[in-house]
């Protein structure tokens, strides 16, 4: 696919771990990196497997879980972060940040719809690991390579606000760069491979974000 929150009170030194057994500090720092690691696993398939796919023609990106799960892990550690040593966002300007809030809201939804809208027109898989059978350059398309992804981004960002810590939004760019790697340097690969001379041409015109 290429496009493809209340507080309550918590001891700063621990949080409560799915058994309800707790999460001190140490343990979090152990944690944090092997969540983080089990999301660049498949960059490091990815260049184990690269020298044996350069002559193998490929069927399909070969991103075989929900990118908008990379989203989801990385607001999740933002907010266990938060727990353990909160860092909250300042709260001055509310009315701006509600107009913040709305307007990311409103490029999400119309980013994602015209993504959707346009595949839906192509007749072609918006799931990254089944084949694609053109390339999609209308619509969102034709401003960013990744119309899906920005939207996740602006989603992602206007939910951090909301939330009101800071973690989540520093936590933005190592997604976006795991996304950048782990994902769409996979779906471009794919597509260059798929459509050489057609999708050159698009990555020649249009950015890979904005």
């Not at 795991?178 to 990555?203: H, K, N, Q, T, W």
């Amino acid at each position: 696919m290429i496009v493809h929150v209340a507080n309550a009170s918590m001891d700063t030194e621990s949080v409560a771990g799915p058994a309800g057994t707790p999460f001190r500090e140490s343990q979090l720092s152990i944690l944090l990196p092997q969540q983080m690691l089990c999301l660049l696993l498949p960059l490091v398939h990815q260049r184990q497997g690269s020298s044996m796919a350069q002559d193998a023609p490929l069927r399909s990106a070969g991103v075989h879980f929900p990118p908008p799960f990379i989203y989801v892990v990385g607001f999740a550690i933002g907010w266990l972060m938060n727990r353990v040593w909160p860092a909250p966002l300042p709260l001055y300007a509310p009315q701006l940040r509600q107009v913040v809030i709305a307007l990311l809201l409103i490029v999400w939804l119309a980013l994602m719809l015209g993504a959707f809208i346009e595949f839906m027109r192509a007749r072609t898989a918006i799931i990254p690991n089944r084949a694609a059978t053109t390339v999609v350059t209308s619509g969102p398309y034709r401003f960013t390579r990744n119309p899906m992804y920005v939207s996740l981004a602006a989603l992602y960002l206007a939910i951090a606000i909301i939330y009101g810590s800071w973690w989540p939004v520093v936590l933005l760019l190592p997604v976006l760069l795991i996304m950048r790697y782990a994902v769409i340097a996979r779906e471009e690969r794919y597509l260059g491979s798929a459509f050489p001379d057609e999708y050159a041409a698009y990555c020649s015109r249009v950015r890979r974000w904005l």
